[in-house]
């Protein structure tokens, strides 16, 4: 049976009451409590100009919001409480497992993903929701879906970069620009159709990908995250200037939406046509993702990731292995480039800024570095919440960059922590079966 | 352990120098080492040993002299100079690290797959489509790499996290994960760094198996018992200088080196 | 020649605000061998608090010298104070993690201070208030050096000279280098590092205020965004000058701001940013070390 991590209410309550009964106890939190106070005094001092004071040069008149200095405090005040609470838990959870030394346990979709009384209902059941999920819901619904999946798509390519191979690719942008932009100029020049170009975007971003790769693989870590940064960069901007080649800041318009064997289609139809071919493309990604991540090669870019030094000693040519993980993180935002510009049937260079680069890398981020599933979540969640939360979306940038701190700071590890294959030997060594999981 | 091809060495050095800036911290270096022979390197700290490890496997570029592997089976000779560490090992020079380096985050039986790197082929298109030819390798791989598990007694933590394994079963992993990469030479920088006595005596019997199944050892190493009892031949450094070399006796009585460790008790 | 006498001194005073930005990059990368991504928002937090402090107290009616000396400390003292706050939160938690969480928290740290910004303040340009007078003996040379030019070189000369005596001489300056140059060491002779890397980012932060201030007022407006350009060419500065060297960011920065004057000037200013991208990109592949800094050492 799974048990949700025996968490009922009553044990709530009694650990509740637990944690006031002792002193040791009594005495962190009054220490955390005068802590949060000076942190949060700290704050309002911070912010005063900030968000107290706003300025009108034009009519000059200043508006004082005496009202926010609360906000503030009270704010940081919680947050900090709350963050001294989560590292004094996760101090006793290590100490208590080095003393019973239990290994970690896996997360709760990992657990029932391995157990095969659940894995198959539960991929049943996801893939029935996903298939009537257009039927059940608006069109409307269906479209933030589709973009949902595609930035699906994006995260687990940049997982490759980023999570499996440990290299911080900052530009991952402009591949998915590459990718857009080669559809909406081959059929802008050449006619050509959506499922020529689909491949096209993806070789191309690919190439890209290695073309920028030799030269920049041997930077160390943080140099090839500003590397990658400029080039990312770079590319809008030329895309931007370069008007007789990208026709510059006003973009590219009409471009076709995909075809489906010459079937007219109204644009609901299109819609939800392009629902499913995301749906398709997802299933395709993790299929693919999933068995490099368990190959040769996947675990050539752990160990790259774990040690650059030892990973060659042990006879592994590193620029190789960085050379197709850059190529096929960047294949997938090519894809990916395609068909945002068939969807959206308009592209300009205004869609490829570095915020969109670190929208990616938070999904990543947050879902877990390595992890497949933990990037679907990822995605669901940094995508979905602010379109279904309005109120919120305002603060989304704000939200993402707080996730990358926190998740660094917090739990590295993310969401949903990567697994590793495991073996098991039944006796001898011929013996060996191979036992799968995500 | 002599054997017959004893002046044909597998491993060459001669005249290696390097410079760091104004140090020199290797200076005209000449020594070579025997086909399935145990070769110990031994001086002070800071005599250069572990600069000599990063010299020979390319991790850093000599800045002079020369340095010739020579393949026991097909006689092929490679001048390692300017080789990257990869292709190092790929010729059949393993090692192991004085700070372990283990991929932590990854299971004790990946990190020894990770040693078959080298040995296997398959590509992206492979691991993709997991056709017949990947599937038999992958299983090869699995295979080879429980069989040195076996051998190098982990065979009951394959798929622990090499980073909760206990420091000595971690050294041996270091050494089990570079048998991986089949070398006839293989080189570890102080295999006993740390180490309790049971342990140790359990990676000096580990050490004669290696060398028993056909591998050629060089070793570093402060521990003078297991130099002693293990080596066949030692060659003695200090100041980036080769001062002596010869059999445990030899240098057991070899007034530079009893100099070289101030009076030191080497018995 | 006195379009050419222009474009240099325009290209100085660039680089000389960039070296204001890029000597914090340096002098953190040199301590603490991280890129602080959040550098270049420290930069734009700077110029926001004076634009801020500056228009109140004119609306308010004080006298221009007044102003220019409450806003320039008023933006000195918040930079330096979110500086100081960002390292506890993003960096400090995370000096034992592996290399990429940091930079991961770095470049998290940057988009949350420029979103905070935004939704504090707005996404406006704003017009900045001209802080530094036409002097009137300036009128003959006016059409190849404007006064906020000799302003700012002014300045920048001297706040290199102030920071120069300061590392040379003072205590914190010394710890400061001893801890550049061996962490575990420093810490073992009972320097204080915690409190050295929190000075470094507070100095660093100051400096980049000041150049918020110059460059502000010299451009005329400011906006949320301003840091992110900012931050990268003031990086590209410091690494073509050899980062961790502070002569070398000062010379990376000329460098790079006499190379944007003249490509703008005799090229074409549309690629204007493409020219510090490129560069950057070009140096760090054919010789990451810099004009001035030395090459590094693998340990294994």
Known sequence: MITVKGVTPIDGISAFRRLFSCKKNKKIICKALKRSLLVSLWFVFLTFPIMVIKVNPVERTVSWRWGNIFYVAIGSFVISLLAKAWLVRKERLAARQQAAACPARDSIIHDLLQRPGYRYPLIILFSGVALVFPHLFSTYQANIMTTALMYIVLGLGLNIVVGVAGLLDLGYVAFYAIGAYSYALLNLHFHLGFWAALPIGGLLAALFGVLLGFPVLRLRGDYLAIVTLGFGEIIRLILENWNAFSKGPSGISNIPRPGFFGVEMSLDQAMIYMYYLMIGLVILTIFVVNRLQHSRLGRAWLALREDEIACQAMGIDKTRIKLTAFALGAFWAGLIGVIFAAKTTFVNPASFTFMESAIILAIVVLGGMGSIVGVILGALILILLPEYLRALSEYRMLAFGAILVAMMIFKPEGLIAGVRRTYCFQGRKNAAALQDDE | MMNKRMNKPILDVSGLTMDFGGIRALDHLDFDVQDKEIVALIGPNGAGKTTLFNCLTGIYRPSSGDIQLVCPETGEQTRLNDLKPNKITEKGMARTFQNIRLFSRMTVLENVMIGRHCRTRSLILGAILRDRRTREEEQETVNKSYEILEKIGLAGQVNEFAGNLSYGAQRRLEIGRALATEPFLLLLDEPAAGMNPQETAVLVALIRQIRDEGHAILLIEHDMKLVMTLSDRIVVMDYGEKIAQGTPAQIRTNREVIKAYLGEDVG | ?300
């Open chain 3, 1 to 300: 020649m006195d379009y050419f006498i222009e474009l240099f001194l325009s290209g100085l005073t660039r680089g000389s605000i960039y070296a204001l930005i890029a000597l914090g990059y340096t002098m953190v990368y040199g301590i603490i061998g991280l890129i602080n991504f959040a550098h270049g928002e420290i930069y734009m937090i700077g110029a926001f608090t004076s634009f801020i402090v500056a228009t109140v107290l004119s609306i308010y009616g004080f006298p221009l010298a007044a102003i220019v000396v409450v806003a320039g400390v008023a933006a000195a003292i918040w930079s330096s104070a979110y500086g100081y706050t960002v390292e506890k939160i993003a960096y400090k938690p995370l000096r034992h993690a592996p290399r990429l969480a940091p930079l991961i928290s770095a470049i998290g740290m940057s988009i949350l201070l420029q979103n905070y910004v935004l939704l504090a303040q707005t996404s406006d340009f704003l017009p900045f208030p001209a802080l530094i007078p036409e002097f009137a003996f300036m009128e003959p040379v006016a059409h190849i050096i404007g006064s906020s030019d000799l302003v700012i070189l002014l300045t920048t000369t001297v706040v290199m000279l102030a920071l120069t005596l300061l590392i040379k001489f003072t205590r914190i300056g010394k710890a400061m280098r001893a801890t550049a140059q061996d962490r575990t060491m420093a810490l073992l002779v009972g320097i204080n590092v915690d409190r050295v890397i929190s000075a470094t980012f507070i100095l660093g932060s100051a400096l980049a205020a000041i150049g918020g201030l110059l460059i502000a007022s010299h451009i005329g407006q400011i906006n949320f965004a301003i840091g992110f350009i900012a931050g990268i060419k003031a990086f590209t500065a410091a690494v073509l000058g050899g980062i961790g060297s502070i002569p070398g960011a000062v010379l990376g920065s000329l460098v790079l701001g006499l190379t944007e004057s003249f490509a703008t000037g005799y090229v074409s200013s549309d690629y204007e940013d493409v020219f510090a991208f490129s560069l950057l990109v070009l140096i760090l592949i054919f010789k990451p070390s810099g004009l001035l800094g030395k090459a590094e050492a693998k340990k294994v």
